[in-house]
């Protein structure tokens, strides 16, 4: 069955430490999204891609990273500028490069905690 | 900005009905539903898009009313599986050609056997 993948489900990092969380999806969607999700609430953007080898800034990009260089991965690097990154990461993507009329399919999820 | 959903909470009986509400400040293109149960991935129920009203899952329902840029999602007859956080999104009209996703603070529902 064809999904999305994310590893790993959690993650711990130590001050000043960069992580990498990863997102594979075998869809065949082009376009590619990271969230950030705070307990108690919504959904917040980090950084979207259309297409390989080209991302955009979400609403909340400070402190994080991604690249896109195949069109089944999408990592998102958590950088030591992240001062708080403890939170929910969800990875999605959609079948063309637009949100407006078609669903998201999600993975599962990574946690990330600071130690 | 961030759509409002309405209400945050809500505690039912199974077999009762819900109606939460999603309202946006702005001119919408389309609004979408998700249900999020704790830990887990959100799950797609529905697309409502400008000039339309699509019902897409089991007994849930959703209307959107464009020029009050408002939406309400449905459940009746509710079952224990219904419980969740459930979120809008609201995609503006206008703008870029993206369609970026704004997602709502989310309304936590609970049903009671």
């Known amino acids: 069955d064809g999904g999305i993948t994310q590893s790993p489900k959690y993650l711990f990092r130590k001050e000043g430490q960069n992580v990498t969380l990863s997102c594979e999806q075998n869809?065949?969607?082009?376009?590619m999204y990271w969230y950030r999700q705070d307990p108690g609430q919504g959904l917040r953007l980090i950084y979207y891609?259309?297409?390989?080898?080209?991302?955009q800034k979400g609403d909340i990009a400070e402190g994080y990273s991604v690249s896109r260089e195949k069109k089944e991965s999408f990592p998102l690097t958590v950088t030591s500028a992240q001062k708080n990154p403890t939170a929910f990461y969800l990875c999605?993507?959609?079948?063309?490069?637009?949100?407006?009329?078609?669903?998201?399919?999600f993975g599962d999820g990574t946690r990330l905690s600071i130690l | 900005q961030q759509p409002v959903q309405s209400p945050q909470a809500v505690i039912l009986r199974e077999g009762e009905d819900a109606v939460i509400n999603c309202s946006s400040s702005?001119?919408?293109?389309?609004v979408h539903w998700y249900r999020q149960k704790h830990g887990e991935a959100p799950v797609f129920l529905m697309i409502?898009?400008?000039?339309?009203e699509q019902k897409g899952h089991e007994k849930i329902s959703a209307s959107f009313n464009e020029k009050k840029q408002q939406s309400s999602l449905y459940l009746t007859a509710s079952q224990l599986s219904y419980s969740g956080t459930y979120f809008c999104?609201?995609?503006?009209?206008?703008?870029?050609?993206?369609?970026?996703?704004?997602f709502g603070q989310g309304t936590i529902l609970t049903v009671h056997p």
């Open positions: 999605a993507s959609t079948r063309w490069g637009t949100s407006s009329n078609q669903p998201q399919h």
């Open positions: 869809l065949n969607h082009d376009a």
């Open positions: 891609s259309q297409i390989v080898n080209d991302f």
């Open positions: 702005k001119a919408l293109y389309s």
């Open positions: 409502l898009l400008k000039g339309g």
């Open positions: 999104g609201t995609v503006a009209a206008g703008g870029t050609s993206y369609g970026k996703l704004t």
